[in-house]
């Protein structure tokens, strides 16, 4: 039985198949990850360039008129990106970790590649439900 859990993923045989799933799962991620990141910079670079005029229409639209609120509205923008950019960097290193450890064969290195994902799903379900229950509390 001790013998057992030594043994690498790889040296049970995994079949090619497998592998090449593997290895597009990786492909497709890091995809993805890397169109967040560009997706989250181009926000950002919109945000300066018309952040000053924005927080000046949304002043004058709202009931606040002092320019605290575009700082809040700022601080805001901030720790979103910053959440999505620590949302995605798990999705990325899994990604990352899953393609080394099938290229170097290291089941350890695809064990950690596959625990990223699953911070990166974590992540997922917990915006998940919070997105739903902002929209349950906009109904009722």
């Known amino acids: 039985m001790e013998s ?35 997706a989250m910079g181009l926000v950002l670079l919109m945000f300066l360039l018309i952040g000053g005029k924005l927080a000046e229409q949304i002043s004058v639209l709202s009931t606040f008129s002092d320019m605290g609120f575009a700082g809040v509205m700022l601080v805001v923008v901030i720790i979103a990106l910053a959440i999505a950019g620590l949302w995605l960097y798990f999705l990325l290193k899994g990604s990352s ?44």
């Not at 290195?109 to 229950?133: E, P, Q, W």
């Open 4 to 38: 057992n859990q030594d043994q690498s993923l790889f040296d049970t045989g995994m079949d090619h198949l497998t592998e090449s799933h593997l290895q597009t799962i990786s492909k497709w991620t890091r995809f993805i990850a890397i169109t967040g990141y560009v």
């Open 97 to 140: 970790l899953i393609r080394s450890g099938l290229q170097n064969r290291d089941s350890v290195m695809l064990a950690d590649g596959f625990r990223a994902l699953k911070t990166y799903f974590i992540f997922s379900v917990v915006f998940s439900v919070l997105s739903l229950f902002t929209t349950l509390a906009t109904i009722f």
